[in-house]
């Protein structure tokens, strides 16, 4: 007899409650993570060590994420997946006690390792409590899905704001101004900014953080690292009664690789690869290249989390904000107001020539760019992954494997060019892959228009056939 779903009383309260914790655990991981990756290229700047781990991070999750997260959220289940993906992220933050080559690369590529489970049970998670609460109330799954994942991104995006606080609380203690010294103050215009280079400037410039302080910062972080993983094992329900209303298929390893491959060479998917890459650099250049030659360098570093704070803020409101735009104004001339706006930004910072006391400059900076960078994520994702209607999650795995590999070429290139050729590199990314996009939408809108025709027309012969079978019968 097969066996069948019996709700609990006041079941979609339970769900939400679920999602909640699932997402403020995820706010307090992120807080550590991403307060850590954003100091990266300034605490651990000789050799380009920072940025070389970081780079290893997403190696690890380009790896991992074709093959690993199905198998642990087969044996482990979502909930317990979660836990042991945030485990997995503990000894990165713990060598920056030690921040050798030898111990921060191998930990960086465990903790890419767990990034793609991580995630992926996180969607898996919300998609069987969203078919659960369908099953109930008779609401469309997706958009049950789309208001509980909604509701986990807002809380989520709050880490942007207690994570960059949290570094710059420490950081800044004391002598906010480690970044330089009085000596070297004089020599901001010319070796911060766009001509910044780490492996030739920051010996100059960026002075190794007290222990004391990154100690502090470490024990904060893996503390809260550990209080997710606690957060998720003791407050959040198993799926497990939940999981016969989800098809197996929906899990399957071989199925979402094998089509991941199919998506990968169609000619769509190929003309999106070069914008895919550059909202990977661009983020990559954000969190590592401005920090250390915009932030750290001008205003020290321990401004990094308050600018990266007000960054934040922008990106996540303008994530609210486009969202309901693009219902109005279309993807379009979204798409274009970023390529305009962006292409300004990197005029402007290749032709700036900071001082100690333009921080308000710096902080328009990162704010424009987290407006900008909310219109590629939400607008260019959501494209990529209507390219190719059912099969949604090989297009977003596409669009996250590019992306990686944005991040991947910004963070190795790191220690050996100057800003202003990575700004450079970017303007040629950003420029073709827009081209190309605008190609794609071409292309979408004269199948659209093919398919209205096709469909014009049978309904036209079928009117015709109806009317001529009523008339001999008649």
């Keep these: 007899m097969e066996e069948k779903f019996e709700p609990r009383p006041r079941e979609n309260l339970i769900i939400t409650k679920n999602v909640v914790i699932i997402g403020l655990a995820f706010m307090v991981h992120f807080t550590a993570y991403c307060g850590a990756a954003n100091l990266q290229s300034s605490i651990n700047a000789e050799d380009g060590l920072g940025t070389a781990s970081l780079a290893a991070v997403y190696a690890g999750l380009i790896v991992s994420n074709m093959f690993l ?16 993906s945030f485990v997995m992220y503990m000894p990165w933050i713990a060598t920056q006690l030690w921040p050798r080559f030898y111990t921060m690369i ?33 609401i469309p799954v997706d958009v049950l899905f789309t208001r509980l994942l ?66 502090m910062l470490t024990g904060i972080f893996l503390a809260c690292m550990a209080g997710a993983a606690l957060i998720v094992a003791v407050g959040v329900d198993s799926v497990k009664r939940y999981e016969l209303l989800l098809d197996k298929s929906e899990t399957g390893t071989g199925s979402l690789f094998g089509m991941t491959l199919q998506v990968m060479v169609e000619p769509n998917q190929l003309m999106m690869i070069t914008v895919n890459v550059f909202i990977g650099f661009a983020q990559a250049f954000s969190g590592a290249e401005f920090t250390a030659a915009y932030v750290s360098c001008v205003i020290g570093t321990g401004s990094i989390g308050f600018v990266m704070m007000g960054s934040g803020i922008a990106d996540a409101i303008g994530c609210l904000v486009t969202g309901y735009l693009s219902k109005i104004t279309g993807r379009v001339p979204l798409i274009t107001l970023a390529f305009i706006v962006q292409g300004a930004l990197y005029t402007f910072m290749l032709t700036w020539r900071p001082q100690a006391d333009h921080q308000a400059v710096v902080y328009g900076i990162a704010m424009i760019w987290g407006a900008c960078d909310s219109i590629w994520i939400i607008q260019i994702a959501s494209f990529a992954s209507g390219l190719f209607p059912g099969r949604e999650e090989a297009a977003y795995c596409n669009f996250s494997l590019w992306e990686s590999m944005g991040f991947i070429i910004a963070y190795i290139t790191s220690p050996y060019l100057r800003i202003s050729t990575k700004i450079y590199i970017q303007i040629v990314l950003m420029v073709v892959g827009v081209a190309f996009y605008f190609v794609v939408e071409y292309r979408q ?9 096709k469909s014009q027309k049978e309904v036209e012969k079928y009117t015709a056939y109806t009317n001529t079978a009523f008339s001999v019968s008649e």
């Design 445 to 453: 809108k004269q199948k659209q228009k093919r398919e209205a025709e």
């Design 150 to 215: 909604g509701l986990f991104t807002m809380l989520f995006l709050f880490n942007s704001i207690w994570g960059n606080l949290l570094s710059s609380l420490v950081i800044s203690s004391g002598d906010n101004e480690a970044a330089y010294t009085s000596v070297n103050a004089s020599l901001i215009p010319e070796v911060c900014g766009a001509n910044f280079i780490v492996d030739e400037d920051a010996g100059n410039v960026l002075k190794p953080q007290p222990k004391e302080k990154i100690q």
């Design 106 to 138: 191998p930990a960086a590529i465990l903790l890419g390792v767990g990034g793609a489970p991580l995630w992926c049970s996180k969607k898996i998670y919300i998609l069987i409590v969203s078919k659960a609460w369908s099953k109930i109330t008779n």
């Design 69 to 84: 997260p199905a198998i642990m959220i087969r044996f482990l289940g979502p909930k317990w997946t979660i836990c042991a």
